[in-house]
Structure formats: C-alpha cells, structure tokens
C-alpha cells in the first residue's frame, strides 16, 4: 500500500491522522511504518474509525484523537526516563 496522507481512511478520517504526532516532529522521528506493516497499521486503524471513532465525532463533533500509533522510536522517546 501506498501512503497518501489525504486518503479518506473511513469518514471524516485521513490517513495522516493516525500517523500524526507533535512529539515525532519535535524528534524529527518519522512515525509512518511502511510495507507490510503500513497495511496492518491502517487496517486496524480503519476498524476502529468505523466502530468507534467515527461514531463518536457523529455524536461530539470535531473530536481529535492524540495518538493512534506510535513506532518504537517514538515509543522510546515518549515513555523515557530520566
């Protein structure tokens, strides 16, 4: 699969959304997965837009959702201590 990160994931949500992250771009990490693993990604990521998040930005509105995923290196960066 190729990333566009306009491409409508399912509803009001994009690609980009899942893949977002202020701390990846303050770290400059690139948080997008490629290949097999980009498919599985937003595959899991459009099951939850369906059952979950679309229904509930059709019930609130505009509801942003802070991190759907996080690649290890981000993950590291995020959870470490000092």
């Known amino acids: 699969m190729i990333y566009q990160p306009n491409k409508v994931l399912h509803g009001s949500f994009r690609y980009y959304e899942v893949f977002k ?10 948080n997008i997965p490629e290949g097999v693993e980009l498919d599985r990604i937003l595959s899991n990521a459009e099951q939850t837009a369906i ?32």
């Open 51 to 82: 059952h979950i998040l679309q229904p509930t930005r059709n019930e609130f509105g505009l509801v942003a959702i802070g991190s759907w995923y996080r690649c290890e290196e981000l993950e590291k960066v995020i959870t470490a201590t000092d």
């Open 21 to 30: 992250s202020a701390a990846a771009d303050r770290n400059e990490i690139n």
